[in-house]
């Protein structure tokens, strides 16, 4: 049995100040071929514990729909309840990079709604905005772009769209359907987002698309090892999610519980949520998080 030493444990006392992390930064780690650690994120308290633990990047997601108000989607989060998600994690951080959901609803109709809806997280703290869609969402990227704001895609399983997808399904495993993948990854780069989450998308595929992409950070879930960095859930990391995540009853295979099992999958001893997350930040850039055979497809 896996016991992680808790005096040596990052997370135990607070880490000193570090550099504010900036997309200049970001993208020198990257390029330096060191993964980026994100988690999600709503409120000051935890952004402030994240921080402290090392995370890059810090998400407030949609997925508030699920872990917080405790719904079955994400379909129902208004921007309001996202602005004011945002402005709460952006008084507890220090240093990592903010950056936020735009949720259904607020940007699909045309590029100058996108805009409006980007300018609110924005003025709550958001340093980037993340959307949902391949290419039809070109537009609306580059008209962003073009004004000075971030984007960060979303490629694979997009929750704010499962019931058109049948449901949380692994995406791109025909060759149409990669080919498909390929091709929005492609108009995403060129759009001029920075970053892309691929989720639920197979390791090889993810690899690919990543080598693919280099100027275009990878942000992978359920999407092997060998993306430009890893997202989770912060209540999936911390096992508290079983049933109100979004993925039923059934933890799901990317997830590891961080405050209880050890890199090699054995139970070790329970560590708070602090020590939990510099494990993470940890593992992920040494590549032990996630395991191609565990956590891929």
């Given at each position: ?34 993964p ?72 699909e109709?045309?590029?100058?709604q ?23 969402m ?6 962003l ?114 405050t ?5 999958g ?22 032990r ?9």
């Open positions: 049995m896996s016991v992680h030493p808790s005096a040596n444990l990052p997370g135990n006392s607070p880490a000193p100040a570090r550099p504010a992390v900036t997309l200049h930064r970001l993208r020198e780690q990257v390029a330096r071929g060191e980026l650690a994100m988690l999600t994120c709503y409120d000051a308290t935890y952004a402030a514990l994240l921080d402290a633990a090392g995370v890059d990047l810090l998400l407030v997601g949609d997925s508030l729909g699920n872990v917080i108000q405790g719904q079955s989607g994400t379909q129902s989060v208004t921007l309001e309840q996202m602005a004011y998600h945002t402005a709460c994690v952006a008084r507890g951080r220090r240093s990592a990079f903010l950056l936020a959901d735009l949720p259904f609803g607020c940007y109709a045309s590029p100058q996108a805009f409006e809806s980007a300018a609110v997280l924005m003025r709550a703290g958001a340093q980037m905005v993340k959307l949902e869609g391949g290419g039809e070109v537009a609306t990227v580059r008209f772009v073009d004004r000075g704001i971030p984007v960060c895609a979303h490629l694979g399983l997009t929750p704010q769209r499962v019931h058109a997808l049948g449901g949380f399904r692994v995406q791109g495993r025909d060759d149409a359907a990669a080919a498909a993948l390929r091709a929005d990854a492609t108009a995403m780069a060129d759009a001029g987002a920075a970053m892309l989450v691929l989720e639920l998308v197979p390791t090889a595929l993810a690899t690919e698309i990543t080598q693919a992409h280099p100027a275009m950070a990878t942000i992978g879930i359920g999407a092997g090892p060998h993306t430009a960095g890893q997202v989770l859930v912060l209540h999936d990391a911390l096992g508290l999610t079983s049933d109100v995540s979004g993925h039923g009853a059934r933890r799901p295979r990317f997830v590891r519980d961080f209880r099992e050890a890199a090699d054995q139970p070790c001893a329970t560590l708070s949520p602090g020590q939990a997350v510099a494990i993470y930040v940890a593992d992920v850039r040494a590549r998080f996630p395991d191609a055979q565990r956590h891929g497809f």
